[in-house]
């Protein structure tokens, strides 16, 4: 355009004129020059109206753009998340098909790299025996799932069949034994190896060393083996070094209908193993659950704060029976993960659920601690208008009418300050000693394990004084420290509403699940109306105890109590025995009960005013220590209390006593 | 020949210029009407009416967020001040009644709705939804702010804003999230990563410059030009609140380093002081609030929310600011009835005025009463002893939002100059013995009261 201008502006156009038939039909209409005269200047100025038009043009896009930039400036963060997400993605679609793959095992030692990338390293003593399996996605090379099953120990060899059913065809297993992993390698664990094609696993032996790679229902693309020469000496360490050809994306992915869900179901399953159905091609388990609502549901504003670890499986199970309850609202879950584990949050974002992961400050039972503290305050300033907040742990199933129970009991915070919690769980409340899902107890010990915190008490009270870092405490054995609790109590129900699962923990082991929580009942009854719940508020519930002293029939205190035929074989009659009790702190005889009943005997749980409330063959049975409890006024004066005496020695009482 | 051939080219280049012109005249118009829906209706003139993009994308979106059960109501503040002007009016219009397009077809680029975060349940389908109805969306999303106060948190991000265009009118969705201290707080619009820059003209947005914060409004249902929406109960107290909405946060990083050098004070006194000067800052919040009267943290409360988050214990008092020109005589007695008793006054209120309150466990409230200059702002100080005066000089400075001990409280938004020129620039340190008479570095001398003026201006209790 501005190349023509100075064309146009070229001056005299000369004095010859008639020629063309156009200037001649021109001419003879008005005079010749003035008329050229007017065209040659009105073409100028059209043109200088088009240039000037154009300049206009150019300077006001420069300043749009320039304007649309000015302030929103990109953030740095930016660059760094970028470069975090690069190596996966070169990973995944570079032009290299094959993952380089080295597998050790010994009998201190194992490793698996993944293109030089050490995913597994176990050279610690005494720990992580028996068999090491990795599953990795066919597509990615992303290692999807660790687990390591001590086959040398009865039990382990069938959670590996489990979980090796629940992997996906087409996945790539590898395995590496450390130590010894055949001692309880089971037939069903064998035929299992064969079947994925190995030679050795079968035919594993006594400390023998193996490493495998191979792909879930095809080909084996690597195995290892060296024999044990004597009982007494192990295989040759073996190092297996294989390619594993890697497959298209889209052959690793199910073909799912695409939906919102299924987008999170995709997202998941690309990325972890070890969930069973939930990622089954065919017919997957749904993650959406939708259980009724309830009427006038007093707890649908509450938020609920699980607290997790790095125990996704348990957070899975968890997170879908409290999805499961009548009347959750997802959107008022947050789960809170202690420490910066992906897994969990991978699980997290499956159920399509807020989640925070919380960085590790201190060890151990401090650490707990100071991640229960960061997970309250966080919750109450994420839900401002909280008056409450309900608190989970990763390893609880929750029962169907959890928010029920709530949403009926929930108004005795608010209306009874001599209350603590509300907790869903009865220490107490084994099979052969809870029977009535609507009955409701007044407890001077704190259960947790699913429980409701009053906002004003943890602002007020226990935000500003828990325990520092430093403080190698519990943070449920603080709060249930005197000074903390100062005589106030916590609402529960007789049948818990909900269940410890959980048997890998920090304080938890196997043998102290099975004896302790293995046993323990749990409501499966939907919609329980609970009963009387006006009657649990402080001096309310004195009436009650009365009422029911009153009218319960005392046993003969001449049998033993730890006797089966101490009660009666009758059905809901009310029972009540006494014990010695001589100080507020004195529970000898009834720690010794305790473990004749057996129920919990660690320390004193369930009790209110030296009483106890349990039922015992489908009786109501009542225990009151005698004299220090306020109810030894109801002791008939002929009767003894009982005494049991403690065993003369310290059994070997099993590690801790505490339930986090 | 040569001659001919020039009149011709001339012919032809008048030709092609003209065309060229018209062709970029159409080209500028069309530029103009897409970056500026003004440009179209404007031209249009009288032909204001139901088919206008503005209207149309705003009917949408009104379809969209009430299927989708999407909590949101209008604060564009064009409109809410035009439905203002006629409060009564749309009021009592009905559903069928409106004959012309009056609000929602005014030109504008923005049409700005706030999104009450915490009453949302289906966040996830709602995007796509969108999408399918003809809307391209834009997600602005960040770290959720409430994390930030609390040791090494990281959560899923939270949506800040969306914007939402269709033709050539965008709507805005200012997402609102519920804070402690019942306010409402919207983040800052940044545009992070690969972003289309002039997706729209973001510059021209009337929300999330900076993060604001908002009294939790109260809504009612209206019919607007045959649409219905939520506004706020009292638009003009919305509208008020706007330009004054600007939120800073706490600097939690900074407070969290300041207390790994030195150590919080976590005796019992020090709690226990802490808990009460808290409680004497809400009750003095809520009465100064109750009254209308504007304030902020200042001196030591402010030192405290700046360097550590929170009260610092041994302070001994709680220390609030107020432009003198909001000074009301009713302060006085509404401190009364409270229960907060005056302790001293000193000043009057054309010089130097400052009022002492006694709270509860030994706490005081002083409140100083700031007089603005051409260039700076002062507020005064008298010795009782000697009837000395003083002068405390603080650089211009606007009152924000912040959140301190559960609260939405002004401070100074130039809090750094403010706090500099008050303690000078070694703030970052710990200072317990502090002299008000010689310390802060803004301390001027400023004569004596006349003997004849103490009684007035010297009132010990």
Known sequence: MDDWTPSSLIKPFGARKKRSWYLTWKYKLTNQRALRRFCQTGAVLFLLVTVIVNIKLILDTRRAISEANGDWEPEQDYDETLGR??????????????????????????????????????????????????????ATGHVMAKRVFDTYSPH???????????????????????????????????????????????????????AFVGRKGGPVLGEKHSKSPALSSWGDPVLLKTDVPLSSAEEAECHWADTELNRRRRRFCSK??????????????????????????????????????????????????????????????????????????????????????????????????????????????LFPEARFAVVLEEDLDIAVDFFSFLSQSIHLLEEDDSLYCISAWNDQGYEHTAEDPALLYRVETMPGLGWVLRKSLYKEELEPKWPTPEKLWDWDMWMRMPEQRRGRECIIPDVSRSYHFGIVGLNMNGYFH?????????????????????????????????????EAEVLDHSKNPCEDSFLPDTEGHTYVAFIRMEKDDDFITWTQLAKCLHIWDLDVRGNHRGLWRLFWKKNHFLVVGVPASPYSVKKPPSITPIFLEPPPKEEGAPGAAEQT | MSRINKNVILAVLTLTSSAFLLFQLYYYKHYLSAKNGAGVSKSKGSRIGFDSTQWRAVKKFIMLTSSQNVPVFLIDPLILELI???????????????????????????????????????????????????????????????????????????????????????????????????????????????????????????????PGAFDRPELQQITVDGLEVLIPKDPMHFLEEIPHSRFIECRYKEARAFFQQYLDDNTA??????????????????????????????????????????????????????????????????????????????????????????????????????????????????????????????????????????????????????????????????VKTWDWKRSPPNVRPNGVWPISEWDEVIQLY
């Open chain 1, 85 to 138: 997400l690069e190596p996966s993605r070169r990973r995944g679609s570079g032009p290299r098909r094959v993952l380089d793959v080295e597998v050790y095992s010994s009998r201190s030692k194992v490793y698996v790299a993944v293109d030089g990338t050490t995913v597994l390293e176990d050279e610690a003593r005494e720990q992580g025996r028996g068999i090491h399996v990795i599953v990795l996605n066919q």
């Open chain 1, 156 to 210: 382990e060899d069938e959670a590996m069949v489990l979980f090796l059913n629940m992997v996906a065809p087409g996945r790539v297993l590898i395995c590496t034994v450390k130590d010894e992993g055949s001692f309880h390698l089971k037939d069903t664990a064998k035929a299992l190896l064969r079947s994925l094609g190995s030679q050795a696993g079968p035919a594993l032996g006594w400390r023998d060393t193996w």
């Open chain 1, 272 to 381: 972890v193993e070890g969930y069973g159905s939930v990622c089954s091609c065919k017919d997957p388990t749904p993650i959406e659950f939708s259980p009724d609502p309830l009427p006038d549901n007093k707890v649908l504003n509450v938020p609920v704060a699980v607290i997790a670890g790095n125990r996704p499986n348990y957070l899975y199970r968890m997170l879908r029976s409290l999805l499961s309850a009548q009347g959750v609202s997802p959107q008022m879950i947050t789960v809170f993960i202690d420490g910066y584990y992906e897994e969990p949050m991978d699980v997290v974002a499956l159920f399509g659920l807020r989640g925070i992961q919380h960085t590790p400050i201190s060890i151990k039972n401090a650490r707990v601690s100071q991640h229960y503290k960061a997970s309250l305050t966080a919750t109450f300033n």
């Open chain 1, 514 to 550: 099975e004896a302790y929580f293995k046993k323990h009942k749990f409501n499966t009854v939907p919609g329980v109306q609970l009963r009387n719940v006006d009657s649990l508020k402080k001096e309310a519930y004195e009436a009650e105890i009365h009422r029911l002293l009153s």
């Open chain 2, 84 to 210: 203002n002007k006629d409060f009564e009016q749309v009021k009592n219009t009905s559903h069928g009644s409106t004959s012309e397009c009056k609000f929602f077809c005014v030109p504008r680029d923005f049409t700005a709705f706030a999104l009450r975060y915490h009453l949302w349940k289906n966040e996830e389908g709602w995007f796509r939804i969108a999408e399918n109805m003809g809307f391209q969306c834009l997600k602005i999303e960040s770290r959720d702010p409430r994390l930030d106060g609390i040791d090494s948190l990281f959560g899923t991000e939270i949506p800040l804003h969306y914007i939402c265009r269709l033709a050539s009118h965008a709507i805005h969705v200012v997402v609102f999230h519920e804070r402690s201290g019942n306010y409402l707080w919207h983040g800052h619009l940044r545009l992070k990563g690969p972003v289309d820059r002039k997706f729209v003209p973001f510059r021209k947005l009337q929300f999330g410059r900076y």
């Open chain 2, 269 to 430: 006194e020090a709690m226990a002081f802490r808990k009460s000067a808290k409680e004497l800052l809400q009750l003095a919040a809520r009465t100064l609030q109750k009254l209308g009267v504007r304030f902020w943290l200042s001196s030591g409360t402010c030192l405290g929310w700046y360097r550590q988050c929170n009260i610092i214990p041994y302070s001994k008092d709680v220390d609030l600011g107020i432009f003198v020109q909001d000074y009301k005589s009713d302060i006085i007695s509404a401190f009364q009835d409270v229960g907060l008793p005056l302790k001293h006054k000193f000043g009057k209120v054309e010089d130097s005025l400052e009022l002492s309150f006694q709270g509860k466990d030994d706490v005081k409230l002083d409140i100083f009463f700031f007089y603005e200059e051409t260039d700076h702002m002062w507020n005064g100080g008298t010795q009782a002893k000697t009837g000395k005066k003083f002068k405390y000089l603080f650089p211009k400075f606007t009152l924000c939002w912040t959140e301190f001990v559960d609260m939405k409280i002004h401070v100074p938004c130039e809090t750094i100059d403010y706090i500099e020129a008050n303690y000078g620039k070694t703030w970052k340190i710990p």
